[in-house]
């Protein structure tokens, strides 16, 4: 686990890194217990399923390209370098509806998702 060496640096080149709907991408940044930090990559038309998380804040971050976001039924679009903060029990889905470019974003949950995610 990378959190380890306080020291250590982080990127997409030496983060783990994981494929989700066959074609996005994720890097664990940070892998803690109380907080994790993932950027993910998103291709034009992909999208996650419609979810709830029971301790998990997430913020999800926007680096580069536009981000949707569906959070109890209202719809956000978020381009580079804006944010939106998910808590708990709000039910979500992030989307890239561009038809020509990939988004990439970080998200940042406390604590940590794994475990605490339930489809919707």
């Known amino acids: 686990m990378l959190q380890s060496d306080a020291m250590a640096v ?6 783990p890194h994981y494929k989700w709907a066959d074609v996005c991408d994720g890097w664990r940044l940070l892998d ?3 907080l994790s930090v993932i950027e993910e990559r ?3 038309g992909t999208a996650e399923v419609m979810h709830v998380h029971d ?15 569906e959070v109890d039924g209202r ?3 978020l381009g580079p370098s804006d944010g939106l903060n998910v808590r708990p029990g709000q039910i979500h889905q992030a989307r890239n509806e561009d038809a020509a470019s990939d988004v990439r974003f ?9 475990g605490d995610r339930e489809a919707v």
Do not use: C, W, Y
């Open 10 to 15: 982080v990127n997409r080149s030496n983060a």
């Open 75 to 77: 719809t956000e679009r």
């Open 55 to 69: 301790k998990a804040n997430q913020l999800f971050f926007v680096l580069d390209g536009t981000l949707t976001i």
């Open 32 to 34: 803690g217990d109380d």
């Open 106 to 114: 970080l998200v940042i949950s406390s604590p940590t998702t794994r």
């Open 42 to 44: 998103m291709p034009p």
